[in-house]
C-alpha cells in the first residue's frame, strides 16, 4: 500500500512538473544566431544568417526538462559582402543548393537557471555532430503587449572541418586564409504561443 502511495506521489509531481512546461516560438526581430571566424591569421570576420525558426519548451521550476529545436536556412547567411556571401553560399563552403538547411535539436540539459548547458545534435552539410552550448536563460517575463517571453544567450566554438565545411588557402609565411575554428554566438528571444 505504502509503495503504491509513493509511486502515485512521484506520478503527480511529474505530472505538475509537465503541465507548467510551456512552448515559445522564436521572435526573429528580437533574436540573432551569429557567427565569427579568423580570416587571414590577424583579423575576424563576423557574420550572421537573417532567417531561422525555432521552437523551446520551457518551465522555469525543472529548467533541466527544457527542449529546443532550430532550423537556420544556410542562403540567409550575411557578411556585409556580396561577393563573399555567394562563396559562401557555393560548394566550396556550405553548398546552400544540396544542403539548404543546418538544424539544432536538443537531447538534454543540465545546471541551474539562469546559467544551463544545452546538449544537442547540430547538423550542417548533412553531418550531425554532438555539441555543448552554454546559454544563459533569463525570464520568463511579461512584455508591455502582454506577451510571455524568454531569452536565451550563448556561444560555442566548433572546427568547421568536422562538417565538410573546409575551403581554405595556405599563406606563403604559415598560416591560412580561413581558420578552421568558428564562434557562434545566439542571442534569442522567445514567445509564449499561448499568449
Known amino acids: ?3 503504491q502511495m509513493t509511486t502515485m506521489m512521484a506520478l503527480a509531481v511529474a505530472g505538475s512538473l509537465t503541465t507548467h512546461a510551456a512552448t515559445y516560438e522564436l521572435d ?3 533574436s540573432t544566431i551569429g557567427f ?6 590577424v583579423t575576424s570576420v563576423k557574420g550572421q544568417f537573417k532567417e531561422f525558426q525555432g521552437v523551446i519548451e520551457f518551465d522555469s521550476e525543472n529548467p533541466t526538462a527544457m527542449t529546443a529545436t532550430a532550423e537556420v536556412s ?3 547567411i550575411y557578411t556585409a559582402n556580396e561577393k563573399r556571401d555567394d562563396h559562401l553560399r557555393g560548394a566550396d563552403f556550405f553548398d546552400a543548393e544540396t544542403y539548404p538547411a543546418i538544424t539544432f535539436v536538443s537531447t538534454g540539459v543540465e545546471g541551474d537557471l539562469p546559467d544551463l548547458t544545452l546538449h544537442g545534435d547540430l547538423t550542417m552539410k548533412g553531418i550531425t555532430k554532438k555539441i555543448a552550448i552554454p546559454v544563459e536563460v533569463l525570464g520568463p517575463v511579461v512584455n508591455p503587449w502582454g506577451a510571455t517571453v524568454i531569452g536565451l544567450e550563448g556561444q560555442v566554438t566548433i572546427n568547421r572541418q568536422d562538417f565538410g565545411v573546409s ?3 595556405a599563406l606563403d609565411g604559415g598560416g591560412v586564409v580561413v581558420g578552421d575554428e ?3 554566438s545566439i542571442a534569442l ?3 509564449r504561443k499561448d499568449n
Open 1 to 3: 500500500m505504502m509503495k
Open 28 to 30: 526573429l526581430a528580437h
Open 36 to 41: 565569427s571566424v579568423r580570416h587571414m591569421m
Open 74 to 76: 544556410v542562403p540567409s
Open 167 to 169: 575551403w581554405s588557402k
Open 182 to 184: 568558428v564562434k557562434i
Open 189 to 191: 528571444e522567445a514567445v
